[in-house]
């Protein structure tokens, strides 16, 4: 069979491997075979209530063998799946629903959809076993748009990121090339589907072949009892994640992690001090740094060989994939000068659903391709800065609209807060601007104390006095007993920079 989209993609990994693992859990095993049966009984009812070609369907999803047949399901009946987190806000729950106008809401059974939502809705109880569907290929082509996810909405109102079939499948694989990943691997993902790198991980499942090993929770003790009981090669995570895996009440140190040959991280970076231990803890594995955004699903990667000499870089382009740092006056940056980071090629994302300016702001002409040429494509500008250094070794300097502006120059927070965590004295920092009628941007800080009893910021401020220019320096300090989060565990900036108001 040829693969022309994600739903056939995943016909063929049933096919090979019929009786294989493909989603285990606390509770059971569920085979692909038994996976692709689910699948087209969701298949049958959603076409019975009307649902076809690039209807959406939206998922108010869990991490749940229910919800990966209800995705699938959607794919074989040339849906769209629009993954939405069942612990997402009703605010932005309703703002999805109105973007992308489902025709369906499949949700679990335990969780009812807030009142401000009235969509169709279907749950696992909908859908009887006793359905007999044979499973059929589909006719989406590889341009016809795949899945919509929502972006964090940590800068702003989040958008319907929405993907290609054929993006996806061949980012997949190539992620899987660069990774080494094959179907007799075991992924442990207490990431959640709804975000682009948990999603990654469900389709690495689905297209790969490799079994997808879900905790019970998300929290460190259940990823652990999931580690010693289920024995995964792959251990992806986000920066949240290591860090309450090695921090506070984990039992991460006592497990046996011999099972774990490769871990994978994206989403930001690593704080230093964390970065150490892993690579302590894990001396003969593989640490892969990512770096991608939804809309470019991976941009690229650091060489496991390179994380302990050049821990700050985010690497060289995953295959199919050109990177170029652009000024603001349009031209190609020099080497070791910071601009927008500029994705070139492969993998890039369709648009923002229903949002033709957003999508006009962020895929535009390739910059290195001359106007009057024929095969101009579009290229992501990410809204990264970042630099190339000799090496041609790519680094992030941070979001272009988390820049402070102090004192007529461009501050990037996350230099500040990486000076602020080799304090040893905080487990959280954040460093954000704040309006300033004298110097534009005063620079804010808001820490989490290790240790509650101890009054952190006097220690701080010298430390900043000490390793800061007085344009970086903070003017003020917040602290909190925890910084506020998104559904995908990043630090909310728009939600801290409300609170600071006040």
């Given amino acids: 069979m040829i693969t022309t989209n994600v739903w056939n993609a995943f016909l063929e990994r049933a096919e090979a491997s019929p009786a294989g693992d493909a989603i285990v859990r606390e509770d059971g095993t569920l085979t692909f075979d038994a996976l692709r049966t689910r699948a087209a009984q969701y298949a049958a009812i959603l076409e019975t209530r009307g649902v076809g070609r690039h209807d959406r369907v939206l998922l108010w999803v869990r991490n749940d063998p229910e919800m990966a047949a209800a995705l699938l399901g959607a794919w074989a009946v040339e849906a769209i799946p629009v993954l939405m987190d069942a612990d997402e806000t009703a605010r932005n729950l309703a703002h999805a629903v109105e973007r992308v106008s489902p025709r369906q809401v499949v949700r679990p059974a335990a969780e009812a959809l807030p009142a401000e939502v009235s969509v169709p809705e279907l749950t696992p109880a909908d859908v009887p076993r006793s359905v007999v569907a044979g499973p059929h290929a589909s006719r989406a082509l590889p341009t016809d748009p795949a899945s919509i996810v929502f972006t964090s909405g940590s800068t702003g109102k989040p958008k319907g990121v929405t993907q290609s079939h054929g993006s996806l499948v061949r980012a997949c694989r190539a992620v899987a090339y660069y990774l080494g990943l094959s179907s007799e691997d075991r992924i442990l993902c207490s990431i959640p589907w709804s975000f682009d ?85 894990f001396t003969e594995r593989r640490l892969f740094l990512n770096y991608g955004l939804t809309e470019s699903y991976r941009t690229s990667y650091l060489d496991p060989r390179l994380v302990s000499s050049h821990s700050k870089s985010i690497g060289r382009p995953v295959p199919g994939v050109d990177v170029v740092i652009v000024r603001e006056d349009g031209g190609s940056a020099d080497e070791g000068e910071a601009g927008e980071i500029v994705h070139r090629g492969d993998f890039l994302f369709l648009g923002y659903w229903n949002d033709p300016e957003a999508t006009a702001k962020a895929l ?73 009628e004298m110097i534009g941007q005063e620079v804010w800080v ?43 565990g990043k630090i909310d900036y728009v939600k801290l920079k409300d609170e600071a108001r006040r």
């Fill in 197 to 281: 790198y948990g999603y990654g991980q469900l389709l690495s499942t689905l297209v790969i072949g490799a079994t997808h090993v879900l905790p019970s929770g998300r929290d460190p003790i259940s990823v652990c009892t999931a580690i010693e009981r289920h024995r995964p090669s792959v251990l992806p995570g986000i920066p949240s994640v290591f860090t309450y895996l090695l921090r506070g009440v984990s039992p991460f140190r006592d497990t046996d992690v011999s099972s774990i040959r490769t871990l994978t991280n994206t989403g930001g970076t690593i704080p230093g001090a964390i970065l150490g231990e892993l690579l302590e803890m």
């Fill in 446 to 488: 808001a820490v989490t104390p290790k240790d509650e009893t101890v009054d952190v910021v006097p220690e701080l401020k010298i430390l900043a006095r000490e390793r800061l220019s007085p344009y970086m320096t903070p003017r003020r300090y917040i602290v909190r007993d925890a910084l506020p989060k998104t559904r995908t």
């Fill in 364 to 436: 535009r002409p390739d910059p290195l391709v001359r106007a009057e040429s024929v095969a101009r494509f579009p290229a992501l500008f990410t809204g990264d800065l970042g630099y190339l250094d000799e090496d041609g070794l790519l680094y992030f300097v941070g979001r272009n609209d988390h820049l402070i502006k102090s004192m007529g120059v461009r501050v990037s927070p996350g230099d500040v807060e990486e000076i602020l965590d080799e304090s040893g004295l905080v487990k959280e920092v954040a460093v954000f601007g704040m309006p300033h």
